[in-house]
């Protein structure tokens, strides 16, 4: 089994800063990607930043710029950096693991438990 624990969210004004970090641990294959995603209230999950194993990365329009996603792979970590924080990015954030096993077998995903980001104007 997986899992992911994050941390690192709270409470900040506009313009202001949070890191948060979530820390995988158990069966972690080497073929995976990580991702942050975002749920606000009354909307869907949204998809905010992906990693993958060779630290390739991708971001939603609305962040880039701003955040910066990053990881530890000898510590199963991944971190997201939020500058130039605004309202609108207030919301739960999720960290997601994508792996599989090998080439040959499914993609699975694993979800931590999220982390209220709140951004006052």
């Known amino acids: 089994q997986v899992q992911l624990v994050e941390s690192g969210g709270g409470l900040v004004q506009t313009g202001g800063s949070l890191r948060l970090s979530c820390a995988a641990s158990g069966s972690i294959s080497s073929i995976n990607t990580m991702a942050w995603y975002r749920q606000a209230p009354g909307k869907q999950r949204e998809l905010v930043a992906t990693i993958t194993q060779g630290s390739t990365t991708d971001y939603a329009d609305s962040v880039k710029g701003r955040f910066t996603i990053s990881r530890d792979n000898a510590k199963n970590t991944v971190y997201l950096q939020m500058n130039s924080l605004k309202p609108d990015d207030t919301a739960v954030y999720y960290c997601?693991?994508?792996?599989?096993?090998?080439?040959?077998?499914?993609?699975?995903?694993?979800w931590g438990q999220g982390t209220q980001v709140t951004v006052s104007s």
């Open positions: 997601n693991l994508k792996q599989r096993r090998n080439m040959f077998s499914s993609f699975r995903d694993y």
